[in-house]
């Protein structure tokens, strides 16, 4: 169902039994889960989909092995249990990675570990080797059962520094364990959206749309795309909003009924690298280290380049969150600190991003101790209105529990039963996952007479439902794109089957072409060609989504358009020395 019928059908029937605002990676999930169970839902995200704080992931999905020393025990638990899922639910974006921790103390952090854990200190502090033994033994611990990844294992410094020759040569030890990473999680979060929408017409969403009080007890929704308004009576509302939540509170009670703050975020802020000194010192780890300072930071492989975070600084407005010139020059400096041989040229730097933790509302002096877990509660409506549960807290790898969590507070409310687990539930792509990939590849290829070639990179781009977008390719003339990698037809395919309303969806969301630093100023204007095409825009509107988009890459992103075009040259000069050596 489109918006145009969305905003069709609300007038003959405006009631939903409950409305969830927020299109980020939990609205998502509790989304999915209503749905799934046969509730009349409807989903109402400001923005795009996924992005916000879900676009802004340090793309790990990890148990947090850091909240063990805030004593977050249960967390951790669940985090890894929700790991290991989501390593068999959606094994074509989830994948283990081996992480390697430098160590610079033997018994460093014991005494402030305990003293942090008890509640008597704020300040971080460097961990030590024992610490860091007695945490990742508590990992081993809660994941016996299961057993999916390796045991953690030591190194002495000079093992250490054979295999990671580039560390900081102060090193003491170093220690290996396994976690997680993800690939792609905006598209994860199109695909939950999509297996909810799956379940028939009682599921409905819309991204850009906005929910607003029109009077005592009365509801508006606002199509921000064609401008059409329709009335709306919600039974409950879900406020899956994030670090927008007590905003999307304001809108949705009197002024005189406004709950009392319920959030706290603070941000993190990203840089993803382009050095083939870099990426070879890493050795296939992510690199999880602490700065001088006792912050935990990462660095690890991520599509060809390296990602390198994170910093923790609390912010008012999440709507303007931005990775600043201090932050890039601290996630560099800890850089230094722990790779001290390595240097980083600012052209090297092809994307940044920046976004808002949902952490509860805290007023405590260290952002590192406050509680990373996840709760909901109930605000009860006024004036006729419909109550509202607030999902607070969360972070990414938890996103099935906890929208787990709100369906099933929301269904007793509704006095409904559950029908339907998630818990062993493949996502999207993850869905009828071939043990032998490269068959799987192979008989579609053959059967649309696509390249193994292509077909291969479908497959690692969409799982399993490659297959849906090689049959749209195959079933029309197409034409490639100024990167060699897409062609129209698998952007007419995104555009007609999720959601696609402005340019950056596509090239920050619903493809990987701007956070890999591959996108070039030739490819914008090609991929705003096949969108204009497809949406049917006359000049004025392409002029705009061009403007647009490419303010958004320079603020948000640090991209210029400078940069684009030197990179029109960097991609012609590589498809010709490809096309050489074919």
């Avoid at 029109?214 to 409950?236: F, H």
């Avoid at 007023?363 to 419909?386: A, Y």
């Amino acid at each position: 169902m489109n918006r145009e019928e969305i905003f069709n059908g609300l007038p003959k029937s405006p009631k939903v039994d409950v409305c969830v605002l927020g299109g980020g990676i939990n609205g998502l999930s509790v989304f999915r889960e209503l749905a799934l169970q046969g509730v009349n839902v409807l989903l109402v995200e400001k923005h795009d989909y996924c992005s916000g704080a879900s676009a802004a992931l340090s793309r790990m999905v990890h148990g947090g092995l850091r909240y063990l020393e805030n004593g977050e025990f249960s967390l951790v638990r669940e985090s890894l249990v929700e790991r290991d899922r989501l390593l068999k639910n959606a094994p074509h974006y989830v994948a283990p990675l081996p992480t390697t921790v430098p160590i610079f103390d033997i018994f460093s952090g014991l005494a402030n570990g305990a003293v942090r854990f008890l509640g008597l200190t704020r300040r971080p502090s460097r961990r030590g080797a024992v610490a860091v033994k007695m945490g990742l033994g508590i990992y081993d611990f809660l994941t016996r059962k299961r057993a999916l990844m390796p045991k953690h294992a030591f190194r002495g410094r000079r093992t250490t520094l054979a295999r990671w020759p580039a560390l900081n040569p102060d090193i003491k030890s170093s220690a290996t364990y396994y976690d997680a990473w993800v690939s792609q999680p905006e598209r994860l979060g199109i695909e939950l959206l999509k297996d909810g929408l799956a379940a028939g017409s009682h599921a409905q969403a819309l991204n850009y749309a906005e929910l607003t009080l029109a009077a005592p007890g009365r509801y508006e929704l606002k199509d921000d795309v064609t401008g059409a308004v329709a009335a709306i009576e919600p039974g409950l509302i879900i406020n899956a909003t994030g670090g927008w939540i007590d905003i999307a509170n304001g809108a949705l009670f009197p002024a005189t009924s406004k709950p009392a703050p319920l959030m706290g975020g603070t941000k993190g802020s990203h840089l993803i690298i382009d050095n083939a000194q870099l990426m070879e010192a890493l050795n296939g780890h992510m690199i999880y280290y602490e700065n001088e300072d006792g912050r935990i930071c990462i660095l690890f492989p991520y599509l060809g380049k390296v990602l390198v975070g994170s910093t923790d600084i609390r912010v008012d407005d999440p709507e303007t969150v931005r990775c600043e010139a201090d932050e890039r020059d601290y996630i560099l400096q800890s850089l230094a600190f722990v790779l001290p041989d390595i240097r980083i040229r600012p052209e090297e730097v092809v994307f940044q991003f920046s976004g808002v933790r949902p952490l509860p509302a805290s007023q405590d002096s260290f952002t590192g101790r406050i509680p990373r877990d996840h709760f909901c509660t109930f605000v009860e409506g006024v004036e006729g209105g419909p109550p509202v549960l607030c999902m607070i807290g969360g972070k990414w790898t938890t996103f099935r529990s906890f929208g787990e969590m709100a369906a099933d507070l929301t269904l007793e409310r509704l006095a409904k039963q559950r029908h339907v687990s998630t818990g062993e539930r493949a996502i999207g792509g993850g869905q009828d996952y071939p043990s032998d990939r490269d068959r799987w590849v192979d008989d579609v290829a053959a059967a649309t007479g696509l390249s193994r070639e292509r077909m291969q990179v479908l497959f690692v781009r969409y799982g399993t439902g490659a297959r849906d977008v090689a049959d749209l390719i195959a079933a029309g003339a197409d034409h490639a794109l100024p990167h060699r990698d897409y062609s129209a037809r698998e952007l007419q395919y995104l555009i007609r089957s999720e959601a696609v309303e402005h340019l950056e969806d596509l090239l920050l969301r619903r493809t990987t072409l701007a956070i890999t630093g591959e996108l070039s100023l030739d490819m914008v204007d090609a991929v705003l060609a096949v969108l204009a095409i497809e949406k049917q825009w006359l000049p004025p509107r392409v002029a705009v989504e061009r403007k647009r988009f490419l303010a958004l890459l320079v603020e948000r992103h640090g991209v210029d358009e400078e940069t684009l075009s030197v990179r029109n040259e960097q991609r012609s000069a590589l498809c010709e020395t490809t096309a050489r050596s074919g």
